[in-house]
């Protein structure tokens, strides 16, 4: 494949996520003047407890599917949807059972309310995320950008609408948010099954009939592993939160969220990326397993762009932050930090390879493992003296030792020059702007420090900038000439 291929490819994979990014710049100050911090704080918890029941659910049997896919035959992938389906529907079936008996205990515990509605939603909600999951999965996993960009769209819209249909009639309780959350996924599930009914007719004869290579053993193998990984991972993403809410409260927990919204906009980047680079490097790699310089310039790219978007956002972030409203202003001083966690995940996500090519799952839980404790020390050490901010520095810190874990274990399985001298050396010298604007306002200084961060990414990655731009404008020239013989 070709950089003009890859790029054409990603840039179509890419378009249902700026769409959304456009829609959310509209809709986030309308959504955050509408709800408090605090109803917002809560709505941050019913998030976070539905991720921690697709952990369980899924034993990751979704990480498998896409591992396998391209071991598969083309007409034998539909058999593996299925094979896969079956663990985490019998899990969901088990896990529900155990909510409705147990809901007044349950509820209290992660709500410190009993509420039926709110525990209604969350069957409900978690049960169709499974669905949802092996959906999305099917469309990215074929590669078809277009319809998976409309289905992330359709998603946003679907959201946004019914947030103002609840919103008349609970006004401004996190209720709204959580059926708003409970309908879009609904939609979108729906709609994902629509587009490729194909894969979801079980009764076809091809179904029935076909074989596959991969056994339901080696699913589980490589699956099971990531359930304790991902309830680690999960432990990881979530401490800040924890200890926000533990230490400072629901309203803290909203300022907070708020921060992470505006980070959002680099999560962007991330999901566009991760959500095309998956089945492009796994297909990659069965064609042509010795191909690294393929990997290595993708891992460049990727870390420019990531760079210089971080860059930016902490620069504009008094302006960006005007967005959320007066309630959330504090959250400009969470943003610099918590800019760590879209950096070091995506770049990751190109240097982590190596472990899941060898099918070296288990390294995967000794990473979560350093990077978790990491995080949780942190935060219960910063959070009690500096709140949310401290939650934002422990975070963006612990995400640099991830980052470090992913990268040095996955060399050891699949050798590729990441050019690592140059990236800690950007990753030290952020370290420094980040810090300084965790504890002082915007001024001259605080403008001079992120115009010298751009020279520095610059000077650091100059002959590759340089090709980036050479490629854009091969593309744009290209396409301008096709234009004219049109």
Not at 163 to 188: D, E, G, M, P, Q
Not at 418 to 443: R, W
Request: with cysteine; aromatic share 16%; proline share 2%.
């Amino acid at each position: 494949m070709s950089n003009k291929s890859l790029l054409n490819k990603f840039l179509s994979f890419s378009i249902g996520s700026w769409v959304t990014f456009i829609i959310g710049i509209f809709s986030a100050p309308i959504v955050t003047r509408m709800f408090n911090p605090e109803q917002y704080g809560i709505y941050s918890n019913f998030e976070l407890y539905c991720t921690l029941a697709m952990i369980i659910i899924m034993f990751g049997i979704d990480q498998s599917f896409v591992r396998f896919f391209y071991v598969e035959e083309e007409q034998d992938r539909k058999r593996l949807l299925f094979r896969c389906l079956k663990v985490p529907i019998i899990t969901n079936i088990v896990l529900v059972i155990i909510i409705i008996l147990f809901r007044e205990q349950i509820s209290n515990f992660l709500f410190e309310q009993y509420s039926v509605k709110l525990m209604f939603i969350f069957i409900l909600h978690i049960s169709f995320l499974i669905i949802n999951r092996f959906a999305l999965l099917v469309v990215r996993m074929q590669q078809k950008s277009k319809t998976y960009s409309l289905l992330v769209v359709m998603n946003k819209v679907f959201y946004l609408l019914m947030i103002f249909v609840t919103a008349i009639f609970f006004k401004n309780n996190y209720i709204s948010l959580v059926l708003a959350l409970l309908v879009s996924n609904i939609a979108v599930t729906i709609l994902a099954i629509v587009c490729e009914k194909g894969y979801w007719n079980i009764f076809k004869k091809d179904t029935l009939n076909s074989t596959i290579k991969t056994s339901t053993k080696e699913i589980f193998t490589y699956g099971a592993p990531l359930v304790i990984t991902g309830a680690i991972h999960y432990i990881f993403q979530s401490a800040d939160k924890i200890a926000i809410k533990y230490f400072c409260g629901a309203t803290e927990l909203g300022i907070y969220s708020g921060a992470a919204k505006i980070v959002a906009l680099l999560t962007i980047l991330q999901g566009c990326f991760t959500t095309f680079w998956v089945p492009v490097a796994f297909e990659r790699y069965e064609k042509d397993p010795n191909d690294t310089k393929f990997f290595e310039k993708v891992n460049l790219i990727v870390t420019i762009a990531m760079f210089f978007c971080a860059i930016g956002l902490i620069l504009f972030r008094d302006v960006l932050i005007l967005f959320l409203g007066k309630q959330y202003k504090p959250a400009m001083f969470i943003i610099p930090f918590l800019s760590f966690m879209p950096i070091m995940y995506t770049v990751s996500e190109t240097t982590v390879l190596g472990i899941n090519f060898k099918k070296e799952q288990k390294k995967h839980i000794y990473i979560s493992v350093i990077s978790c404790a990491v995080n949780i020390i942190g935060n219960f050490l910063l959070v009690p003296k500096l709140g949310a901010v401290g939650a934002g520095i422990s975070t963006g810190l612990s995400y640099i030792v991830f980052f470090s874990m992913r990268t040095y274990i996955s060399q050891k399985y699949f050798k590729v020059n990441y050019h690592l001298k140059k990236f800690y050396i950007m990753t030290f010298s952020l370290c420094i702007y980040t810090f300084y604007a965790t504890f002082y306002n915007f001024g001259l200084m605080y403008i001079i420090l992120g115009i010298l961060e751009f020279v520095i990414l610059y000077v650091l990655y100059r002959k590759y900038i340089n090709d980036i731009f050479i490629l854009g404008k091969e593309l744009i020239t290209k396409k301008i000439k096709n234009k004219k013989t049109i």
